[in-house]
């Protein structure tokens, strides 16, 4: 055999800009092969600037495995996975509270299904554009890849802002959306869940859309819906709860442990909400969250009752964290600057992309921080996440450390189609399961090919590998 299988290796706002002022020819040296295939994705599509941050970040890793295991060169594997198998681009006209008939795009990045069918979540987000969601999908490939679920990779969305609409608006953008989305996805097909934008409102629109665009109880046709109509116990928790799980693993290879140690959260969502209520769970402080406005910093703990305030505020209120300070006389809030100035162990970057640059990674470094887990997708700037690996920092990177998520709608995947539920405490038991192969994987991945402790090049090659293997399996087309 000339590649390995993969069974023993354990198988905001700002985004755009901050992608485009990063110089990648100067952080890297490639192998004129792999150069060549990421030269060619930047001159077929120059504006992409977020997805090429992307692809570069994987295709820089994968050089020993290309170079050690030359079918992969000589099946066009690299050309053929840095390439959607489809995209969908629809516009989505709708009606708003004054009776105007608006128009946004819709998208759908049907990524690679070598593994199984396309699954990524859906963004309702102003910065939404087919380079952001290529992104997303392309990481999504890897990142379903190591839950060791059969899931393929994709992303969706559009550029509509949910954020101050009415619920009959947003109602009314749901139905329009999924009147077009319907026609290209399906239990077998593609399986989109929700994102940045997308919760449990939405996710309950877009589903009553599809039940009548098709006359089907499709329950596997979208993940993150309601416990009381096929969603799974522990969906919302997955995101943050598995990031912690994943910082646990790494502290373990240093005999370390979660309790005790001082946290800092950005975001205030539902990844970062529930990051913060599993770190309570294990016995740690956390001292900071933030939103899009600014940032809080209570020394005295974000404990549970607080934590509680923060969700009814985020969740039913739909307030701006900085009524915090209103409410909680021991907290600061903050318009400059970020969390990460703060003195902590632990950073659990939960908000957007490209939000840790590199002056924020040296802080964190500079305060202490021996352990980042990615919350978000891609938070961290490669100049960062150098910053982090020089200094001996335990870095999960996102396609790894968040990948929660989407291993409990795998989960929800699997009691829909078998018409049965889990109860809270087996669905968390699979989940941390999934979260300490994901962690095994990367890890040894990493120590087999001799970079022993660092988790970006190990979660790449160990989640290339098996849908790279499954490519060639399949032929050429696949």
């Not at 997805?51 to 820089?60: C, S």
């Not at 629109?205 to 009548?212: F, I, Q």
């Not at 499709?218 to 997955?238: D, F, M």
């Not at 040296?362 to 150098?386: C, F, Q, R, S, Y």
């Amino acid at each position: 055999m000339r590649y390995p299988h993969p069974i023993h290796l354990y198988v905001t706002c700002n985004a755009e800009r901050l992608a485009s002022s990063l110089d990648f020819s100067e952080v890297i040296s490639l192998d004129s092969y792999i150069e060549s295939v990421y030269n060619k994705l930047v001159e077929k599509d120059p504006e992409q600037k977020v997805f090429h941050q992307a692809a570069l970040e994987v295709l820089e890793t994968l050089e020993p495995a290309i170079n050690k295991y030359p079918i992969y060169k000589e099946k066009a594997v690299l050309e053929r996975i840095t390439e959607p198998e489809r995209v969908i681009m629809f516009r989505v006209p709708w009606v708003d509270k004054d009776g105007k008939i608006q128009v946004n795009r819709g998208f759908r990045v049907q990524f690679n299904s070598a593994i199984g069918p396309y699954k990524g979540g859906l963004r309702f987000h102003p910065t939404v554009n087919l380079g952001v969601l290529k992104f997303l999908g392309f990481e999504q490939i890897f990142k379903n890849s190591l839950t060791g679920l059969p899931m393929g990779g994709g992303k969706g969305g559009s550029d509509f802002d949910p954020k101050g609409k009415t619920d009959e608006e947003v109602r009314n953008f749901c139905y329009s959306f999924m009147l077009e989305l319907y026609r290209h996805i399906g239990q077998f097909i593609d399986v989109p869940a929700g994102d940045i934008g997308v919760g449990g409102r939405e996710i309950g629109y877009l589903y009553g859309a599809y039940r009548k665009a098709t006359n089907n109880h499709g329950t596997c046709v979208l993940t993150g819906k309601g416990q009381g109509w096929g969603g799974s116990l522990i969906r919302p928790e997955a995101t943050g709860y598995g990031c912690v799980y994943f910082v646990e693993e790494m502290l373990k290879t240093r005999k370390e442990d979660i309790k005790g140690k001082v946290a800092c959260i950005s975001g205030s969502g539902n990844v970062a909400q529930y990051t913060a209520e599993k770190l309570l769970d294990l016995g740690a402080k956390v001292i900071a969250m933030s939103d899009s406005s600014g940032w809080i910093h209570d020394p005295e703990g974000i404990d549970r009752e607080k934590l509680a305030w923060i969700m009814e505020l985020k969740n039913v209120r739909r307030g701006r964290i900085k009524e915090y300070v209103e409410q909680f006389k021991s907290a600061t809030y903050s318009t400059s600057g970020s969390p990460w100035q703060l003195k902590c162990d632990l950073a659990f970057p939960s908000a957007t992309q490209n939000e840790v640059d590199a002056n924020e990674a040296k802080a964190l470094v500079d305060n202490g921080v021996i352990a980042v887990g990615e919350g978000a997708n891609m938070p961290t700037v490669p100049e960062g996440i150098e910053i982090f690996l020089e200094h001996n920092v335990l870095f999960g990177p996102a396609k790894a450390a968040n990948a929660g998520g989407v291993s409990v709608s795998g989960l929800e995947m699997a009691q829909n189609s078998m018409r049965y539920f889990w109860t809270r405490e087996e669905v968390d038991r699979r989940l941390n399961e999934i979260m300490v192969n994901i962690h095994k994987s990367a890890y040894e991945t990493a120590e087999h090919f001799g970079k022993k402790g660092n988790y970006v090049f190990g979660a790449n090659i160990a989640g290339f590998l098996k849908v790279a293997n499954a490519m060639i399996t399949q032929g050429f087309f696949a």
